[in-house]
């Protein structure tokens, strides 16, 4: 039996768990994690801070087939930082070697716990798999529509503007990859209701939520750590599962496809 | 009609018709698809030949029936002399591109279309999580940059809301807890179970061997891990796979909008379909493989983002049954292309232009009775004929060896058949099968199969994979038969 918290195991016997050749998401995940829980703590409160998050599969199968061993296939880098206008600076890195994407985000959050979008934001996307598609750079922006809404749009570097949806004025728009800092500063309930997730800087998730979890006590080289879980969830946004550490710190984050665990940090 | 008309056809991928806001649907929010329908014709009696993936799109792009075409489920191979859409499209002047999930087995799509993207391990069944936003971008960068002289045919094969597959995967082995008890949702939140939710057991041996019985031939983890599930968790599955829709629904938006404010606007034609339903607990099932309407009832629009192209705003024909192989000649009537020999659908395009009243269709030649019932194959051995009342559902009764012609009427005698009055019972909770006084209808119904499965060009299923997985259902069905006959 797996001692991983259902929201993540995917230990099952699909035949990524089943052939030890093929690797095994429970013994990955254990190492990646532990590794990282056991090395120093990051700094809460540092105006600068950078987070590495392996991306494991939640595939069913089909993952890597015959190809090396290790089962991750991606990773995710954060990077951001707190300027002197009180804005936080985010450089989003992401791999994905499944779907064989490179996507590279910059944006803008003021320093309010709910981290809310601020001025524009950039896209730029590197496809490496087959097929004539290559890149695509994307300029975003949030603007007045009437006296209760704003307006997503991207506009493509050749001027193309696409309508990305509305926000209603007191509703927080912010980035899904801001949530790995509003999370951790959530208030004791650990609920958050209406925020609109700008997934990828792109994709507008209405009338999402957060709620606490129950504790996972995650056992990893002897070690034991209490990890505080949350579900967000709305409206195109099946649930994810986050956990954080004792320290606050986001340590798994795990979607239906893929399970991003914290590798490295550095302040 | 515009000249150097462009084609856009967007699928996805495990969505019932009836998962559409638009359509009446509370508890799934799907402003993209609700904008195509005010924009368009939605065809509400659409049904796909075939309710799985591969066989469904093998459909799709052959124009074929899956008894002809060599995919009658996942794993089969289509046969290599049948033309599809992008060979047809590309000898004729159009530059015909694909992007997303294509899932045609033994067809290789970079040798029939262009390929725009199909991710980097190439999309199977699963991955919309993934792959779809890359779609999308594709299609975004494809929208902004093409300046070829060639008219286009794009489709875009969306993977979700198929991801609910992953969703149903997760408690093959695991206990998930309920979303009330997380916290997470209050009862109010989740969407009612079917009414059809307690079914009539009285079901073909097909069905019962490939999703009811101890073993099922066809996703038995699953099964076995949700047979002990709470109402509140079904209906959990259910609120999910809404989610998933609504997920694929914000790609459609990306696409239209693009689409609004490209060059492309007024010279392109839409096209939305779903290659097959999702059960949500209909029938106390989930995915799909079953005839029963939530599995095979798609939705299908045709619709443009102005005022050029002749097709109607805000339509909802609920006359004319439309079938997964009405795309190649609906298609290629819009192209202006011939449609190969032996194609057996029938265009829309007369249905979009001309009196959608009549029973009849006015095309340049002659006059030609539109279809009054649809015909659909599953698990190889499964048929239905879904008419205007009545909903016919039979099966042929398995050869145990050699069974690798597509069954039919002179071949494989018939096993157990189900009626449903559709008027009286749309839900299918009641199997009329039995009743004396249905016999005359049945018998209707068999012979109305019967004689249209004799036009139809079932051919021999490639060696190798496909004949396995025959041999194999062969066996567990014929063990079953062997059970029932004592």
Known sequence: ?267 | MADNLNILFINTDQQTWNVVSAYGNKHVHTPNIDRLQKNGISFMKSYCTDPVCAPARASWVSGLYTSENGVPFNGGRMHDDIPDLGQVLTRNGYHAVHCGKWHVENRIMRESFHNLYTGKRDIGACGGEYYDRVSTHAVIDFLDSYDQALPFYLQIGLVNPHDICEYQHNHEYTTIPGPIEQGLLAAEDLPPLPDNFDYDKREIILQKVMHRDGKTAIHAPILNGIRDWTEEQWRFMTWNHHRFVEAADQQIGLILNTLENSRFKNNTLIIFAADHGESSGCHRAFQKFSLYEESIHVPFIIADLNDQLDVPKNILDTKHFVSGVDLVPTVLDYAGIDVPEGVQGLSLKPLIEMDRDSATIQTSENIIPWRDFVYVESNYWGRAIVMERFKYIMEYRPIQEEDFIPPGPDTNSVGLEQLFDLVEDPWETKNLASEARYDETLAACREKLFSFEKKLCRRPLRAGRPREIVKKWAGQLCERWSKYDQ
Not at chain 1, 32 to 61: E, M, Q, V
Not at chain 1, 71 to 91: A, E, P
Not at chain 1, 149 to 176: H, K, P, Q
Not at chain 1, 220 to 225: E, I, T, W
Request: aromatic share 10%; hydrophobic share 35%.
């Open chain 1, 1 to 267: 039996m797996s001692k991983l918290h259902w929201s993540v195991d995917y230990t099952y016997a699909s035949p990524l768990g089943a052939d030890q050749s093929q690797g095994n998401f429970e013994r990955e995940f254990t190492q990646i994690l532990a590794d990282s829980l056991s090395s120093s703590r990051g700094n809460f409160s540092a105006r600068t801070k950078t987070h590495r998050y392996t991306l494991l599969p939640n595939f069913w199968g089909g993952f890597k087939k015959g190809e090396e061993p290790n089962l991750d296939i991606g990773q995710v880098l954060i990077r951001r930082s707190l300027d002197d206008g009180n804005v936080w600076r985010y450089t989003i890195e992401h791999e994905n070697t499944t779907s064989g994407e490179e996507l590279f985000l910059n944006f803008t959050c003021d320093d309010k716990p709910e981290r809310s979008l601020a001025g524009s934001w950039q896209i730029r996307t590197e496809n490496s798999a087959d097929g004539s598609y290559s890149s695509l750079s994307l300029k975003g922006e949030c603007n007045e529509k009437s006296g209760r809404e704003r307006e997503v749009s991207v506009t493509t570097a050749s001027g193309l503007t696409i309508a990305a949806g509305t926000v209603e004025r007191d509703e927080t728009l912010t980035c899904n990859w801001a949530l790995f800092d509003i999370i951790p500063l959530l208030k004791e309930s650990g609920r958050l209701n209406r925020l609109a997730i700008l997934d990828d800087l792109e994709i507008l998730k209405n009338d999402c939520r957060i709620r606490p979890l129950k504790n996972w006590v995650f056992a990893g080289d002897n070690v034991q750590h209490t990890l505080s879980g949350f579900c967000v969830f709305g409206r195109g946004h099946p649930p994810i599962y986050w956990w954080l550490t004792e320290s606050g710190e986001v340590a798994v984050m795990s979607t239906m496809l893929g399970t991003y665990v914290l590798h490295e940090r550095s302040d």
